[in-house]
């Protein structure tokens, strides 16, 4: 019963080529959320999915960030033309229905580091 | 707007110490308050969850205390032990969100033999 994978774990890219976050949830999970953590700052929510649906991506920039969570395969988020400020640790949550922050079932992946050169 | 602070940033403490980590909150309109540990380069981990009708929770060593009129909570850890160095996250969830978190920057806790 693994729990919530994310690859890669370290990414490097050079200014202007793209980064993609992959998010497994946990099995039976079906909502995923997405987190960003600078250094030395608490995390920051970014989007909410839910199968096939963005159901709350306030906290993602409006340029060059996207994020999918397909029916089958895992959840992806994307980041375009990546600049320096984009080097963060992106952390990937899980929760089953019903269940979330309100619950306190939410179940964090080791997150991906992505470096921009 | 919801504001998550957490005093000290970094604490050092001999072995077998008991601690207290601080986390305050601007806006006492939360639903609960979670206590995460983070390990270098690892995910987080849940410790406590607190709702906002409780005033505390106790888990082995850990004891998490919540008043949230005055929009703190303290997460103590009895007789700490080297395993227990780690961040320390607190986050909080407001009434007005059924899953958004804000978070505070964290404590570093260094537990030396």
């Known amino acids: 019963n693994a729990g919530v994978m994310q690859n890669p774990r370290h990414l490097v890219r050079r200014r202007g080529q793209e980064a993609r976050l992959r998010c497994s949830p946990m099995?039976?999970?079906?909502?995923v959320y997405w987190y960003r953590q600078l250094p030395e700052e608490g995390l920051k929510f970014m989007v909410y999915?839910?199968?096939?649906?963005?159901?709350?991506e306030s906290g993602m920039p409006k340029e060059r960030f996207s994020a999918e969570f397909p029916k089958e395969g895992p959840s992806i988020l994307r980041i375009q033309q990546v600049v320096r400020g984009d080097s963060a640790a992106y952390f990937c949550?899980?929760?089953?229905?019903?269940?979330?922050?309100?619950?306190?079932?939410?179940?964090f992946g080791e997150g991906s580091r992505l470096t921009v050169l | 707007k919801q504001e998550v602070t957490q005093i000290p940033a970094a604490l050092s403490v001999p072995e077998g110490e008991n601690l207290v980590l601080n986390c305050s909150f601007t806006?006492?309109?939360?639903?609960?308050l979670q206590w995460f540990r983070q390990d270098p380069g690892k995910g987080l981990t849940s410790l406590l969850l607190?709702?906002?009708s409780q005033r505390e929770q106790t888990s082995g060593r850990l004891n998490a205390s919540l008043d949230k009129s005055s929009g703190r909570s303290t997460l103590y850890i009895a007789a700490s032990q080297p395993g227990d160095s780690a961040t320390y996250l607190c986050?909080?969830?407001?009434?007005?969100?059924?899953?958004?978190?804000?978070w505070g920057a964290g404590t570093k806790l260094i537990i030396k033999p």
């Open positions: 949550a899980s929760s089953p229905p019903g269940g979330g922050a309100h619950t306190g079932e939410l179940f």
């Open positions: 099995k039976g999970h079906s909502h």
């Open positions: 999915l839910q199968k096939e649906n963005i159901i709350d």
């Open positions: 806006d006492s309109a939360i639903y609960n």
């Open positions: 607190i709702q906002s």
């Open positions: 986050a909080v969830r407001p009434k007005d969100s059924n899953y958004q978190l804000i």
